[in-house]
């Protein structure tokens, strides 16, 4: 299998989609908040760019049944339901509704993936939950995509991303070929070991916590605290097909 | 100081280099040859992006104290006189020569730095030299640019650049500001130290070993061998005004 990590989406072309099983990690916070939000019983999230998309198709859908999700420079966009927090989205918020979710990084990777065979959100809450799906595809070729922060390696999703390929080399059986950001991603991984720490000292990290988010950082901290496993299928996010429990 | 480590050219830009001091990192293996070259005698190196850019330049020159050199896909480009093989540039071939020099990745970094303060060309054969001419100028803004290989993180420029960043946090008195790519090439400089097996496991080191340029491979490994720091400026690359033995 080959094993591909990108350590920001700048250098990932639908090219490097083609044909792949991509994951893709926005730790803070856009994938925590998705997989969470899935965990509580969201029936979709459509990811949107920018915000006009948003408002644009908020009169199609029935707006008791919509919420209206994302941030921009890590603050609630205005006139929207929801934040980019995590916590926000508990169960009697979000249970069967339709969000229309627009954050600064996690959808431009989302965008950039869209020919891959599969694409899977992960962070650290279902790290092992999304090697586990990944491997049960017995795929030729899978990508890890980090999202990064305004088109620089992000340490949080870096570090997340180098766990999975840890646990995708642990788990698989057979030949794995890894670039050399996965290799450097298993082993910072591995000696950056305080998955806490480091998404306290990241520098988007740092940034949440003097907005006031600091409650956030240690809700995405936690690792495999989740089954869920989200899936983009025609632009639309659900648990649809997933091994969600 | 501000400290700032990009793990290749993508998300760097002219506006990353204004008002910085940046540090080119290509170990395999323009960097390596330019410093190589350098401590033998070259007169000046003149870096160009295309091979057509290079034939336009020779009528203008002294040809018998001019040297083409340079590589496509890693092979020497067709009817010039040097590929890009460090141990080619020997003291008898280059001193007191004029090297117009074209390589795939290196070039390009060049060229998006063009606005800095100053650029100077770094490897594993000149890390402490780096290190100490930077501190010298006691820069605010420092910017290390690895050269990556086809857009995407090499290994061997990520550790290469973390040994930097390690070097210059030791030697540094005062307060270091890094961004993430800095914390986290740091600490895995400090968990891969086997410089020589960095190299020989990186994707651009297998690629080289198998069109048959180990030698280079190990060549390049290692640390410390120069004090000379290779200077970009006007376009043009020498040692003037460096702290060359």
Redesign the interface.
Do not use: K, P
């Given at each position: 299998m080959e094993l591909n990590l990108?350590?920001?989406p700048?250098?990932f072309s639908e090219a490097h989609a083609k044909g792949k099983h991509v994951v893709i990690i926005d730790v803070l916070r856009a994938s925590s908040t998705i997989v969470h939000a899935c965990e509580n019983g969201v029936e979709r999230i459509i990811p949107v760019a920018q915000v006009e998309d948003a408002t644009k198709l908020i009169p199609t859908l029935d707006r008791k049944k919509t919420l209206l999700g994302g941030e921009r420079e890590g603050k609630k966009i205005e006139g929207f339901d929801l934040g980019n927090s995590p916590i926000e989205y508990a169960r009697n918020v979000v249970k069967g509704k339709t969000l229309i979710f627009s954050t600064s990084n996690g959808t431009v990777a989302i965008a950039q993936s869209s020919p891959a065979d599969e694409i899977v959100i992960g962070c650290f809450l279902n790290v092992s939950a999304v090697v586990k799906h990944v491997l049960a595809a017995r795929p030729k070729k899978v990508a890890i995509l980090c999202s990064?922060?305004l088109?620089?390696?992000?340490?949080e999703d870096?570090?997340c991303g180098g766990l999975m390929v840890r646990k995708l080399e642990e788990s698989f059986r057979g030949k794995l070929t890894l670039?050399?950001?996965a290799?450097?991603a298993s082993?910072?991984a591995?000696?950056?070991d305080d998955v806490g720490g480091v998404v306290r000292?990241?520098?988007?990290g740092q940034v949440l916590a003097e907005l006031g988010f600091a409650d956030d950082l240690e809700f995405c901290s936690k690792i495999d605290k989740y089954d869920t496993v989200p899936i983009v299928a025609d632009g639309r996010i659900s648990t649809q097909g997933s091994n969600r429990r």
């Open positions: 990108h350590s920001e700048n250098g990064g922060n088109r620089q390696l992000s340490l870096f570090v670039n050399d950001a290799v450097a082993a910072l591995e000696s950056m000292i990241s520098s988007h």
